[in-house]
Nanobody
Framework: VQLQASGGGLVQAGSALRLSCAAS????????MGWFRRAPGKEREFVAT???????YYAESVKGRFAVSRDNAKNMVYLQMNSLKPEDTAVYFC??????????????????WGQGTLVTVSS
C-alpha cells in the first residue's frame, strides 16, 4: 500500500494549485482520504478529508478556498487549493484511514501516509 503526493510548487499569493495523491496496492474507495500539512517549525495539522461515504471536512483556515475530491476508478485524491496565502506554505501529506472509519481530523486516525509535497506561497 502506497500513497504518492504530487503537485506542489512555488506560487504567488492568490494563485491556485492542485495536489494529487495516487494510491496503489488496493482500492481505497472504502477509506477516508485526508490531507494534512506541516509548516516550518510547526506541528502537523489537519487540512481536509473526504470520507468513504462522500462527506467533506475542512480546517477553518482553508474552508471556502480548498476543495478535496476523489476519483475511485483511478485511485486518486485531489486537493484543489485556491486563493493561496503565504501561511499555506507547508509540506502537504495525503493519508488514508481504516475501512469505513468515521470522518476525522486527527492524524492518529489515518493509517497510511504519503511522502509529502512542498507548497511554497510567496507574498
Amino acid at each position: 500500500v502506497q500513497l504518492q503526493a504530487s503537485g506542489g510548487g512555488l506560487v504567488q499569493a492568490g494563485s491556485a494549485l492542485r495536489l494529487s495523491c495516487a494510491a496503489s496496492g488496493r482500492s481505497f474507495s472504502s477509506n477516508n482520504m485526508g490531507w494534512f500539512r506541516r509548516a516550518p517549525g510547526k506541528e502537523r495539522e489537519f487540512v481536509a478529508t473526504l470520507t468513504w461515504n462522500d462527506r467533506t471536512y475542512y480546517a477553518e483556515s482553508v474552508k471556502g478556498r480548498f476543495a478535496v475530491s476523489r476519483d475511485n476508478a483511478k485511485n486518486m485524491v485531489y486537493l484543489q487549493m485556491n486563493s493561496l496565502k503565504p501561511e499555506d506554505t507547508a509540506v502537504y501529506f495525503c493519508a488514508c484511514s481504516g475501512v469505513q472509519a468515521p470522518g476525522s481530523s486527527s492524524w492518529h486516525d489515518y493509517v497510511y501516509w504519503g511522502q509529502g509535497t512542498l507548497v511554497t506561497v510567496s507574498s
